[in-house]
């Protein structure tokens, strides 16, 4: 057994790093294909590869630092469908932290996920396994002592399918290369297709007895050498998942399949060679083309999603510029991204993306955040902002400081977000798989009853009916209706800006009753703003305004920012500005000596009585000069500008809308009277807002919450579904099921919207490809429904179910 350690050469003396089979691959020592594209950097040079799980074993050993392993081995690695593994303990060596990511190859329809996950999970100490069909990775949670990764790899060779680490450059090209075969194998298909129909149609047109006999069997043969290539070659998929399948004792999908196109030209050729019967040639070909084009059409659906989720897995650059000297000199150094520390100061050049959240200290740019956010416009950053990792900076470059690792950036949150979303399933998702992983045996058994029947009744007949069944009721249809939904759905919901981390979140959504928000962060901005200007007498509010700003240019303060931002004219400048700290600012603009702040210290220069105004909304600041009051600026935390329409559209669409905060209760009561809400709670600790929430769930309330503090991650867990806003606390994002990864609330009411829809077309999908084998069912068991015509049922069931999942994206 090869574990690993150092082993004695082999005995005839020839090293494993120079295989004697010069002509096989490198790791495991089977032929290489023709051409092989899979290679991997071993001993110093380039060795080729056999297939890609060889490639990524060797490539990860090697990256491990155990290529002496190459040196040492006393044979070759194991191949896919070998039951002991002798290599995989390599990957124990590069790792066992108790969660990892795998790829799995060869995933054909929902038996293969029933399958791989109850094998794995069956594995002593593996915790939880989710395959995530879209972007064929599984995701495992196990425990170091009593579980290794090589325990993964090889539980799941044994069962025949390919896995290996996930690598994402290895992933890609691998999926491109079956996307690319499919598409070779569904040309073929089609050209046969049409070519036998070129021989078909004549044969069908002369039923009337006016073509000969040796025309029609000259016919026959064409049609049969035509048929050759789409069978041998365009139907390998089907062939192989179900030699795999039946060697595992578990029918898959692809089992009628195989079935239905062997015993058909099997059928065929033996008519053909007795000179009676029918052939079914044209049936095949159109069978296997369809097929195909459904299977393709559902492919790029699912890889279009997943990529989507895959491109912010991409958005973090690898390495950065870091400038070590700064600010005495200016000079850079090229280092890992991931090396990078709070303090470290980068040079971002315009075009790159920023390597971690930093604080930028130099320079002014515009900033692309469409992959944090969603949002299409850039945003203008200037020195003191921001600018998140991942962030792509577009006009000039930047000097930043660097406020947290790249591990730790908001980029990085999300992609962890990411891993999360799309593993699990919805109750409808595990009920289409249950009943698809058990209906094909129960087809095989149904096709058997058939044709023993129709021996007994007519057996001219008994093989033309059990092909139509093994056809027509083959569960594809079952087994897309609700992945592909869900695939599109998730595609949809990451373009308008919100990612779906939880599985049950979609179909919970849409039965929510009640919609709870908070108040700071959530339906307000989370930061001051100027609300109103009250003026005195005939003083305009705006150079009020402007002359306040003036006097705060200086200052830090979040009053102070509020009211700059207010202030429309940068042509205003004060001098001889001086602080009373907690009082306000004195200053002189124009030759006039100002002071803004508390109403107290105003009126030591204004020298009157505070004027007679309305009761102040928020923090009140005044504004006066020598022996004149000018203005009272009402600052408080404002309102999101969608936050109104939002509210509105929930009550029209029957949901309560609730409003909960840590804020006094007055406070509260204010913006929910502004917002129409009517129901509102005030001075709510975290656990108060939680027993709030599980006192709805007990009357039987369905609750959605949304929230962005530290303080909501407990009612956020606890809700039904929940929402975290993306600009919020990440603990509060990850006991979340849901991310906004804007700014704005916008993109909430998308989300009920698509929900909405994704279950209403997951319903028609199941209600339909569930109607369609009760109607067809019938007929091709009596011998209505003739091979040809199942092929074409059953392929175009599976192309109704995709389209219309499809209409999702739009």
């Given at each position: 057994m090869?574990?690993?350690?150092?082993e004695?050469?082999?005995?005839?003396?020839?090293?494993?790093?120079?295989?004697p089979s010069?002509?096989?691959c490198?790791?495991?020592?089977?032929?290489?294909?023709?051409?092989?594209?899979?290679?991997?950097?071993v001993g110093?040079?380039?060795?080729?590869?056999?297939?890609?799980g060889?490639a990524?074993a060797?490539?990860?050993?090697?990256?491990a630092?155990c290529?002496?392993?190459y040196?040492?081995?006393?044979?070759?690695?194991?191949?896919?469908?070998?039951?002991?593994a002798?290599g995989?303990?390599?990957f124990?060596?590069?790792?066992n932290?108790?969660?990892?990511s795998f790829?799995?190859?060869?995933?054909?329809?929902?038996?293969?996920v029933?399958?791989i996950?109850?094998?794995?999970?069956?594995?002593?100490?593996?915790?939880?396994?989710?395959?995530?069909?879209?972007?064929e990775r599984l995701?495992?949670?196990w425990?170091?002592?009593?579980?290794?990764?090589s325990?993964?790899?090889?539980a799941?060779?044994?069962?025949g399918?390919?896995?290996?680490p996930?690598?994402?450059?290895?992933?890609?090209?691998?999926?491109e290369?079956?996307?690319?075969?499919?598409?070779?194998?569904?040309?073929?298909?089609g050209?046969?297709m049409?070519?036998?129909?070129?021989?078909?149609?004549?044969?069908?047109?002369?039923?009337?007895?006016?073509?000969?006999a040796?025309?029609?069997?000259?016919?026959?043969?064409?049609?049969?050498?035509l048929t050759l290539?789409a069978?041998?070659?365009?139907?390998?998929?089907?062939?192989g998942?179900?030699?795999?399948d039946?060697r595992?004792?578990l029918?898959?999908?692809?089992?009628p399949?195989a079935?239905?196109?062997?015993?058909?030209?099997?059928?065929?050729?033996?008519?053909?060679?007795?000179g009676?019967g029918?052939?079914?040639?044209?049936?095949i070909?159109m069978?296997?083309?369809?097929?195909?084009?459904?299977r393709?059409?559902?492919?790029t659906?699912?890889?279009?999603?997943?990529?989507a989720?895959?491109?912010?897995?991409?958005?973090?650059?690898?390495?950065?510029?870091?400038?070590?000297?700064?600010p005495l000199?200016?000079?850079t150094?090229?280092?890992a991204?991931?090396?990078?520390?709070p303090?470290?100061?980068?040079?971002v050049?315009?075009?790159?993306?920023a390597?971690?959240d930093?604080i930028i200290?130099?320079?002014?740019?515009?900033?692309d955040l469409?992959?944090?956010?969603?949002e299409?416009?850039?945003?203008?950053?200037?020195?003191?902002d921001?600018l998140p990792?991942g962030a792509?900076?577009?006009?000039?470059?930047?000097?930043?400081?660097?406020?947290?690792?790249?591990r730790?950036?908001?980029?990085?949150l999300?992609?962890r977000?990411?891993?999360?979303a799309?593993?699990?399933k919805?109750?409808?998702?595990?009920?289409a798989?249950r009943?698809?992983a058990?209906?094909v045996?129960?087809?095989?058994v149904?096709?058997?009853?058939?044709f023993?029947a129709?021996?007994?009744?007519?057996?001219s007949?008994?093989?033309?009916?059990?092909?139509?069944?093994?056809?027509v009721?083959?569960?594809c249809?079952?087994s897309?209706?609700?992945?592909?939904?869900?695939a599109?759905a998730?595609?949809?919901l990451?373009r308008?800006?919100?990612?779906?981390v939880?599985?049950?979140?979609?179909e919970?959504?849409e039965?929510?009753?009640?919609?709870?928000?908070?108040?700071t962060g959530?339906?307000?901005?989370?930061?001051?703003v100027?609300?109103?200007?009250?003026?005195?007498?005939?003083?305009?509010?705006?150079?009020?305004l402007d002359?306040?700003g003036?006097?705060e240019?200086?200052?830090?303060?979040?009053?102070?920012q509020?009211?700059?931002?207010?202030?429309?004219?940068?042509?205003?400048?004060?001098?001889?500005v001086?602080?009373?700290v907690?009082?306000?600012?004195?200053g002189?603009?124009d030759?006039?000596?100002y002071?803004?702040?508390?109403?107290?210290?105003?009126?030591?220069?204004a020298?009157?009585?505070?004027?007679?105004?309305p009761?102040?909304e928020?923090?009140?600041?005044?504004?006066?000069?020598?022996?004149?009051?000018?203005?009272?600026f009402?600052i408080?935390?404002?309102?999101?500008?969608?936050?109104?329409?939002?509210v509105?559209?929930?009550?029209?669409a029957?949901?309560?809308v609730?409003?909960?905060?840590?804020d006094?209760?007055?406070?509260?009561?204010?913006?929910?009277?502004?917002?129409?809400?009517?129901?509102?709670?005030?001075?709510q600790?975290p656990?108060?807002?939680l027993?709030f929430?599980r006192?709805l769930?007990?009357?039987?309330?369905?609750?959605?919450?949304?929230g962005?503090?530290?303080?909501?991650a407990?009612?956020?867990r606890?809700?039904?579904?929940?929402?975290?806003?993306?600009?919020?606390a990440?603990?509060?994002?990850?006991?979340a099921d849901c991310?906004?990864?804007g700014?704005?609330?916008?993109p909430?009411l998308?989300?009920?919207?698509?929900?909405?829809?994704?279950?209403?077309?997951i319903?028609?999908?199941?209600?339909?490809?569930?109607?369609?084998n009760?109607?067809?069912?019938p007929?091709?068991?009596t011998?209505?429904?003739?091979?040809?015509l199942?092929?074409?049922?059953?392929?175009?069931s599976s192309?109704v179910v995709?389209?219309?999942?499809l209409?999702l994206r739009?």
């Amino acid at each position: 057994m090869n574990d690993g350690s150092h082993e004695t050469a082999p005995e005839d003396g020839v090293s494993a790093m120079n295989p004697p089979s010069a002509g096989g691959c490198f790791h495991c020592g089977l032929p290489l294909p023709a051409h092989s594209p899979w290679s991997a950097f071993v001993g110093g040079a380039e060795r080729a590869m056999c297939c890609p799980g060889c490639a990524a074993a060797a490539q990860t050993i090697v990256d491990a630092g155990c290529g002496d392993y190459y040196d040492s081995r006393s044979g070759y690695g194991a191949t896919v469908d070998g039951s002991d593994a002798p290599g995989l303990v390599l990957f124990d060596r590069a790792g066992n932290s108790g969660e990892g990511s795998f790829t799995v190859e060869g995933i054909r329809c929902a038996a293969c996920v029933w399958l791989i996950e109850r094998r794995v999970n069956a594995l002593p100490g593996v915790l939880e396994s989710l395959l995530n069909v879209g972007s064929e990775r599984l995701q495992v949670r196990w425990d170091p002592a009593a579980c290794k990764v090589s325990d993964i790899l090889r539980a799941l060779r044994a069962i025949g399918y390919t896995a290996y680490p996930y690598d994402r450059e290895r992933h890609g090209e691998q999926l491109e290369r079956a996307r690319r075969k499919l598409f070779r194998q569904l040309f073929v298909a089609g050209l046969s297709m049409m070519q036998v129909m070129m021989y078909a149609v004549p044969v069908y047109l002369a039923d009337d007895g006016t073509m000969d006999a040796d025309m029609t069997a000259l016919m026959g043969w064409a049609s049969f050498l035509l048929t050759l290539p789409a069978v041998l070659y365009s139907a390998l998929p089907f062939f192989g998942g179900a030699w795999r399948d039946l060697r595992r004792g578990l029918p898959g999908m692809d089992v009628p399949v195989a079935l239905g196109i062997g015993a058909a030209f099997t059928g065929s050729t033996a008519a053909l060679v007795h000179g009676q019967g029918e052939v079914w040639f044209d049936s095949i070909t159109m069978f296997i083309f369809l097929l195909l084009g459904s299977r393709y059409l559902e492919l790029t659906a699912r890889r279009r999603a997943a990529r989507a989720l895959e491109a912010l897995q991409e958005g973090m650059p690898a390495s950065s510029q870091r400038m070590p000297a700064y600010p005495l000199a200016r000079g850079t150094e090229v280092v890992a991204a991931d090396s990078l520390q709070p303090g470290d100061v980068v040079l971002v050049a315009a075009g790159q993306a920023a390597p971690a959240d930093g604080i930028i200290l130099e320079g002014e740019s515009d900033a692309d955040l469409s992959l944090l956010t969603g949002e299409s416009k850039t945003r203008r950053m200037a020195v003191g902002d921001l600018l998140p990792g991942g962030a792509v900076n577009v006009t000039q470059a930047v000097v930043l400081r660097v406020q947290a690792a790249a591990r730790d950036s908001a980029l990085a949150l999300l992609v962890r977000l990411v891993d999360k979303a799309g593993q699990g399933k919805p109750a409808l998702a595990l009920w289409a798989d249950r009943v698809a992983a058990w209906s094909v045996a129960a087809l095989l058994v149904l096709t058997a009853v058939v044709f023993l029947a129709w021996q007994l009744v007519d057996p001219s007949r008994a093989w033309p009916a059990a092909i139509a069944v093994l056809v027509v009721t083959c569960p594809c249809a079952l087994s897309l209706a609700t992945p592909t939904a869900l695939a599109a759905a998730t595609d949809r919901l990451l373009r308008r800006g919100v990612l779906a981390v939880k599985p049950h979140a979609l179909e919970t959504l849409e039965r929510a009753t009640h919609v709870v928000f908070d108040k700071t962060g959530t339906l307000t901005l989370g930061r001051p703003v100027v609300r109103a200007t009250h003026t005195v007498g005939a003083v305009d509010a705006q150079a009020a305004l402007d002359i306040a700003g003036a006097l705060e240019a200086g200052s830090a303060h979040p009053l102070a920012q509020a009211i700059r931002a207010a202030a429309s004219s940068a042509a205003v400048h004060a001098r001889d500005v001086a602080g009373m700290v907690g009082q306000g600012v004195e200053g002189e603009v124009d030759g006039l000596r100002y002071r803004l702040g508390s109403a107290a210290f105003v009126a030591a220069l204004a020298g009157r009585r505070t004027p007679a105004m309305p009761e102040a909304e928020g923090s009140a600041v005044w504004l006066g000069r020598q022996g004149a009051w000018l203005a009272r600026f009402d600052i408080a935390d404002g309102l999101r500008p969608e936050a109104a329409e939002v509210v509105r559209r929930f009550e029209a669409a029957g949901k309560t809308v609730v409003l909960l905060s840590g804020d006094a209760s007055r406070a509260a009561q204010q913006v929910a009277g502004r917002l129409g809400i009517r129901l509102a709670a005030g001075d709510q600790l975290p656990d108060q807002k939680l027993d709030f929430v599980r006192e709805l769930q007990a009357q039987g309330a369905t609750v959605a919450m949304v929230g962005d503090g530290i303080n909501d991650a407990a009612v956020l867990r606890g809700a039904d579904v929940s929402f975290a806003m993306g600009g919020g606390a990440a603990l509060a994002q990850l006991h979340a099921d849901c991310v906004l990864l804007g700014d704005s609330l916008l993109p909430l009411l998308d989300a009920f919207d698509t929900a909405r829809r994704t279950l209403r077309i997951i319903r028609q999908n199941l209600a339909w490809a569930s109607a369609y084998n009760l109607a067809a069912i019938p007929l091709a068991a009596t011998g209505l429904l003739n091979p040809w015509l199942s092929g074409v049922g059953m392929a175009a069931s599976s192309a109704v179910v995709v389209l219309n999942a499809l209409r999702l994206r739009k």
